[in-house]
């Protein structure tokens, strides 16, 4: 899968790159991201990529000429891309689902922007669509894509070494995680549960299953509303509800 990060602070992604799971991914060819310096596709020698704002107001505007170009060439060098998403605060959420819909995706290209913002043609004419990782606010699109990579490289087969743990993870069917534990057994009088050392792996099973429920119950109990919770969970469900 090509991953095309257009930005003005390229060392920054790349420092992300060379780490962790998505590092490990590109070793193994099952990840092919690249990093473009935004400047080198500005018009003049300077690498001007920013103006003022028509208008008036504070701050300056990325010019669409810059992205249009990046674009245009990422085309030409490393195909077309199935999506050129922008990151945004004003863009469609990231979620688990929108990962693992990514994921199926074969070339990407995110556009990070600074500043003020980016001229809206870019948004109109050259993103296919806007992703935001939250309601607020970064100082850039940067650390929004490093999200944005790691969260559908993580969906890719062979990505992370033991697939259960991305089956397992919070989200992937709408309930949070359970608590985890290691060594020490007690740390200053705060014990590991008990029923974790027993060696009733039945057991375990189970209080993990009914942790899971609680603590999204307690979190985030909007997600219950989609979860497919299977007959076991939603009788601990019934059972914690009822308990209130």
Known sequence: MKFDIVTIF???VDAFLAEG?????????????AVH???????????TVDDVPYGGGPGMVMKPEPFVRAVEQLREQRGSPDAVVLMSPQGTALTHAKAVQLSRLKHIVLLCGRYEGIDERVREQVATEELSIG???????E?????????????????VGDAES????????????WPHYTRPADL??????DVLISGNHAEIRRWRKRSAVRRTLERRPELLEQSPLDEEEREILRDLRGSD
């Open 166 to 177: 991305v089956r397992r993870d919070s989200f992937v069917r709408n309930l949070l995680d």
């Open 10 to 12: 390229p060392r920054m």
């Open 143 to 159: 650390l929004p894509a490093m999200v944005v990579v790691e969260a559908v490289a993580r969906q890719l087969p062979g990505v």
């Open 37 to 47: 310096d935004l400047r080198r596709f500005a018009a003049d020698r300077r690498g």
């Open 21 to 33: 799971v998505v590092a490990r991914a590109a070793e193994r060819g099952i990840l092919d991201p």
């Open 188 to 193: 200053d009088g705060a014990r590991v549960p």
């Open 135 to 141: 309601d607020y606010v970064v100082s850039g699109g």
